[in-house]
């Protein structure tokens, strides 16, 4: 990509890493004509980058090694995510539920399941006005005691204490994958929660076999997807659509300086380096579906959006649950190349706006469920792949694959209203980046 360059106001009275920093923003920032023309400098290059920020702009952020950082989510240091809400009927009170736990994680060693519900952190009973509090200590990766309750007959019986450590671990993209058979009428499940381009093969070997099995329909679980590498998001719209290689995935709308670009399906597969690289193989994986239904919640974002979006074109995409995160934006890393290296920093601003092949976009407001359904109406949570799952139960029944003597059990916690907060929002709000090459 070529960009021009014309002369910009002068930015000698900054210290080196906030000149570079501006310098770089009015080159390859979105909004760049909104940056304002003299912004003082500041000692904190963070502090200075967030200044220079549109006011719409809630993704972009830097990397600054420089700067220490104590603050992680539960997801990093134990492997789970959480939400809380108010309990019914008791204003102020609230409890924890366990949203997901990743394999093999901390938390999964030691027990924890989807579902599980908590009333205490650390000995500190959940309440609406220490919500902060709470947060925080499951982010500073200290150690964690959750005290857990079982629901009996509506009401929350306190069960044993879990502690969790820290300790490192690996996600797999992919935790799940499942075919339901009704009547002969077959449909595939598979929950995926990270475009990661270095595991491109897992989620193609996983499609693949799922569609060996004859499925006709599909169901994707993005809830708490926070996206990745748009190749990823290429990769797989080629699988689940009979497309070809030149065909339009994603359209790049950039500043006046960037432009406008069209990128194939193929193009896109190399914006980033992971194999594989050639259209022609991903016909190797290619599924024969009848419609794709995607589940989703406010903490889907980035690349898992491009997917929805960027495949609607091309089949017949269903989407339920609740309205997508809004991430409707490309960044690319932009570091100091100089030689020798002058700023030990990376941007990662907000570069392109997003369009499909038939010019759709604008979702800064998130994507609107077909189905609006909310994964919070029936406690305990459903593993993943239940069908009594809310969202899994809508698209097993648009299917005609919900099988009859399924029922949700209700409990006494019902109502979206009540989610006061859900960790995997706040982690994928503060790293929803979609990435693509410079």
Not at 222 to 244: E, F, H
Not at 279 to 305: I, K
Not at 389 to 412: F, N, W
């Amino acid at each position: 990509m070529v960009l021009g360059c014309k002369k910009e106001p002068q930015s000698d009275k900054l210290t080196g890493g906030n000149r570079w920093i501006l310098d770089s923003m009015r080159v390859y920032y979105y909004w760049k004509d909104q940056l304002p023309l003299n912004p003082p400098d500041q000692v904190n290059a963070s502090s200075f980058f967030k200044s220079l920020l549109y006011a719409a702009d809630r993704f972009s952020f830097l990397d600054n090694p420089d700067e220490e950082r104590k603050e992680y989510s539960s997801f990093s240091w134990y492997g789970f995510e959480y939400a809380l809400l108010e309990r019914e009927n008791h204003p102020g009170e609230l409890i924890g539920t366990i949203t997901l736990v990743v394999p093999d994680g901390p938390a999964d060693r030691k027990g924890l399941v989807r579902g599980d519900i908590f009333t205490a952190v650390n000995g500190i009973a959940l309440q609406q006005a220490n919500i902060d509090q709470i947060a925080k200590i499951l982010r500073l990766g200290s150690g964690v005691q959750l005290s857990l309750a079982n629901s009996v007959a509506g009401e929350l019986v306190p069960g044993k204490s879990i502690d969790v450590q820290y300790a490192r671990h690996n996600e797999l993209p992919v935790y799940l994958t499942k075919v339901f058979d009704v009547h002969g009428k077959k449909t595939g499940y598979i929950f995926y929660n990270q475009f990661s381009g270095s595991y491109d093969y897992q989620i193609l070997e996983s499609l693949s076999r799922l569609g060996n099995q004859g499925i006709t329909d599909l169901v994707i679980d993005l809830r708490y997807n926070p996206g990745g590498d748009v190749s990823t998001s290429a990769k797989i719209a080629g699988v689940l659509s009979n497309t070809t290689a030149d065909q339009t995935f994603v359209i790049y709308q950039g500043n006046s300086k960037a432009g406008r670009r069209i990128s194939s399906f193929q193009k896109t597969m190399r914006e980033n380096a992971f194999e594989p690289q050639l259209f022609s193989e991903l016909l190797n994986y290619r599924l024969a579906l009848s419609r794709v239904m995607v589940l989703t919640s406010g903490s889907t974002a980035s690349a898992a959006e491009l997917l929805i979006n960027n495949l609607r074109p091309y089949t017949r995409v269903i989407q339920i649950g609740s309205k997508t995160m809004g991430k409707d934006m490309a960044s690319f890393a932009i570091a100091d190349l100089r030689s020798p290296k002058l700023v030990n920093m990376v941007l990662h601003p907000l570069i392109f706006k997003l369009f499909n092949a038939q010019n759709s976009g604008n979702y800064e407001t998130g994507l609107r469920p077909d189905y609006e359904v909310d994964e919070f109406s029936d406690l305990p949570l459903k593993a993943f792949g239940d069908p009594n799952d809310p969202l899994l139960k809508k698209a097993l029944e648009i299917s005609g694959s919900q099988a009859v003597a399924t029922a949700l059990l209700k409990s006494s916690y019902t109502g979206s209203g009540n989610l006061k907060y859900h960790s995997a929002t706040i982690r994928n709000r503060e790293h929803a980046i979609l990435e693509i090459s410079k």
